[in-house]
């Protein structure tokens, strides 16, 4: 009844609904992936945390980045993205606030690594029961990180109680000592600490002892244990520590405002000028959006190298 | 080759009070498979310690090749250990670990490389171990990384802390053997400590045995096994019959707990003490064998322990252990008649 048709017309006729064909169930098992997912407890169970983690962490972080695109002075999210903010930030001294602040967070990590390590390695080898060292160490936490700062003022200024005390005592000057470089770091490195320690030791604490033993067995100096098997052990201790004071070191803003004097400029401290003084909310917000964006390319870098679970599950 | 390479004298060990280790005297010698054995707390892990330099001596002196080491911390000793652990290092590859004494001396990695291959061969593993991560390794193929790292440092003296307690059965077996064999090939002194007597009758050209801290009885397995020098060595075996006996003449023994007779071993000096009889020395007697001795009593429980069957045999008030092999005819309840020679038991002082 039908009229032959040409073969080749038929064959692309055929591979039409084929493709299609094929095209349907992907998405149907796509789909129906979906759905399992959703209807397992434990994603159910996961939904109050995670609007409250939409409403209180996303969706703050989603409006400075809409404000940073916004133009300057403008107190709301209903004009044309536009990207003058970040003009301004290079063409103005922004740039020399993110040197500072990576700087300063570099030279405390840097340092915080060199003071924490023999610490560490008495916190977690030789006082491992002592729970006196530990909250000592932790005790200081508790108190407001200004107050503490403000504690250091005291003891540095001018006639200070160090100042005070020497010069009441053997008659001896002390030269000012506040308001520079240095002392910025100094509170620096004494604030974060307990990031730097903890971490650490947990790295430390992870090095077995028969593996330390069996390189000094097999001729290693005390230096080469320590290159060749201390120091990689520790290794993913030492980057968590590394990662938790840069990264808080570089958002910091009361060690250069209250030790340093402002005799520096952290770039935490140019953001809190223009939402407050300067009254700018995009550029502010521009500064915290390229913030954020060192910060996370540099935790996603690192944590992409390093296994959280098998630290935490070995310890 | 008959040199002695270690040895201790009077060498004893304390931490504070207690007393790890006591008046030991030992000699090594080149090219030995020497064992320590005993229980766990016997004090044989602390002599370890203080013979790779790990531990110091509290008293007596350790001297290698005839010179004075006490003082001589573990890297400066020519010795390796085999740790329990084995104490690979995880972060390296199995290259690498086989590598690390030689990095540590600073040789040239293509030389290092050669003879970490070399190593993995004689310890039958192919060469592309070289570059598998520690972890990826079984536990018997870490035993031999750890191995040819330690034969990769060239000790004088290989040490080894119960490196196969963590194996199963069969694979403890099979490299109890390859360890011996590889002792004979390289000609090294290897000193090893375990608890496991079985083990050390394997492997060792001498043993000595060890208990709270001190050193019960030293020499081959053979003198062991026959000449235990006191209960305590004899139980270490495994089972054995023991009665306490008291010389009635110089052919029987008394039974201090029944009224049986036993008769003596040839040329004992002891007249009081404890006569040691080996489950597998006591044999079933059919009615026209003899022995030194013989027994008629009732099988009460049978073992069967693989290719040898034990049977706990009552004779009246006493039961007797008595090991054959497999594919005897006896069955629980059967009326036996036991005995064994004279010169198959040992009688001993307590």
Redesign the interface.
């Known amino acids: 009844m039908n009229a032959p048709v040409p073969s080749s017309v038929s064959r692309s006729e055929a591979r039409g609904p084929g493709e299609k064909g094929s095209a349907l169930p992907v998405r149907d098992r796509g789909l129906k992936a979906l759905a399992g997912w959703a209807r397992q407890p434990g994603f159910l169970l996961s939904l109050p945390a995670l609007a409250v983690f939409i409403a209180g962490f996303v969706g703050p972080l989603a409006l400075v980045v809409i404000y940073a695109v916004m133009p300057a002075r403008s107190f709301g999210v209903e004009h044309l993205p536009t990207l003058e903010n970040f003009v301004t930030i290079f063409q103005d001294s922004y740039y020399l606030s993110f040197a500072w602040s990576i700087g300063l967070a570099l030279a405390s990590t840097v340092i915080l690594m060199l003071i924490c390590w023999p610490v560490a390695y008495g916190l977690s080898r030789v006082f491992r029961r002592s729970m006196i060292l530990t909250l000592l160490l932790v005790l200081p936490l508790f108190v407001s990180e200004n107050v503490r700062l403000f504690g250091w003022v005291l003891t540095l200024l001018n006639h200070g109680i160090l100042d005070g005390s020497l010069r009441t005592l053997f008659g001896w000057e002390v030269p000012d000592l506040l308001y520079n470089v240095p002392v910025t770091i100094l509170g620096m490195v004494y604030v974060y600490l307990p990031f730097m320690l903890f971490p650490m030791a947990l790295g430390v604490s992870m090095i077995?002892e028969?593996?330390r033993?069996?390189?000094?067995?097999?001729?290693?100096?005390r230096w080469?244990v320590f290159r060749?098997?201390e120091i990689?052990?520790a290794?993913p201790g030492i980057l968590i520590g590394a990662l938790l004071t840069f990264v808080l070191v570089l958002g910091s803003i009361s060690e250069a405002k209250i030790l340093g004097g402002q005799s520096v400029i952290m770039i935490a401290h140019d953001i809190e000028t223009a939402f407050t003084y300067a009254q700018n909310w995009p550029l502010g917000s521009a500064l915290s959006t390229l913030l954020i964006l060192l910060t996370g390319v540099l935790v996603i870098g690192l944590l992409s190298k390093l296994n959280l679970d098998k630290l935490l599950s070995r310890k | 080759m008959s040199e002695t390479i270690l040895e201790l004298k009077g060498v004893e060990k304390y931490f504070g009070d207690f007393v790890a280790v006591e008046r030991i005297n030992l000699s090594v010698k080149d090219g030995e498979f020497f064992t320590l054995v005993g229980p766990s707390g016997s004090g044989k892990t602390t002599m370890i310690r203080m013979l790779?330099?790990?531990d110091k001596p509290s008293r007596g002196d350790i001297l290698m090749a005839g010179e004075r080491v006490n003082d001589v911390?573990?890297?400066?000793r020519p010795?390796?250990?085999v740790?329990?652990?084995?104490?690979?290092?995880?972060?390296k590859t199995v290259g690498e670990n086989i590598e690390?004494?030689l990095?540590?001396?600073g040789e040239a990695k293509h030389n290092r490389k050669t003879r970490a291959i070399e190593l993995l061969e004689q310890l039958h593993l192919s060469e592309s171990y070289y570059s598998k991560k520690v972890s990826q390794c079984s536990g018997g193929e870490r035993q031999r990384v750890a191995l040819a790292?330690?034969l990769a440092?060239d000790p004088q003296i290989l040490f080894f802390d119960e490196p196969l307690s963590a194996l199963d059965y069969r694979l403890r077996k099979t490299l109890e053997k390859e360890l011996k064999d590889i002792q004979r090939r390289t000609g090294k002194t290897f000193v090893y400590i375990t608890h496991s007597l079985e083990e050390a009758m394997v492997m060792s050209d001498r043993i000595a045995i060890m208990r709270k801290g001190r050193i019960v009885q030293v020499g081959t397995p053979d003198e062991i096994y026959n000449g235990p020098a006191n209960g305590f060595v004899a139980q270490f075996m495994g089972e054995v019959n023991e009665f306490r006996v008291s010389r009635k003449d110089a052919q029987w023994l008394e039974d201090l707990d029944s009224d049986a007779q036993y008769p003596a071993p040839p040329d004992s000096p002891v007249d009081e003490g404890v006569l040691i009889v080996r489950p597998e020395r006591i044999r079933m007697l059919s009615e026209e064998e003899t022995a030194d001795s013989r027994f008629e009593g009732v099988v009460e429980h049978q073992y069967v322990l693989g290719s040898r069957v034990q049977y706990q045999v009552r004779v009246k008030q006493r039961a007797f252990l008595v090991e054959t092999m497999i594919g005897q005819p006896y069955q629980v309840g059967d009326s036996v008649s036991l005995g064994w020679d004279a010169d198959q038991s040992v009688l001993m002082s307590e």
């Open positions: 077995p028969a593996c033993e069996a390189a000094f067995d097999m001729g290693a100096t080469q060749e098997v990689p052990l290794m | 790779v330099g790990m911390p573990a890297n400066r010795t390796c250990m740790f329990q652990s084995l104490a690979l290092f995880p972060h690390f004494p990095k540590l001396r790292r330690a440092f």
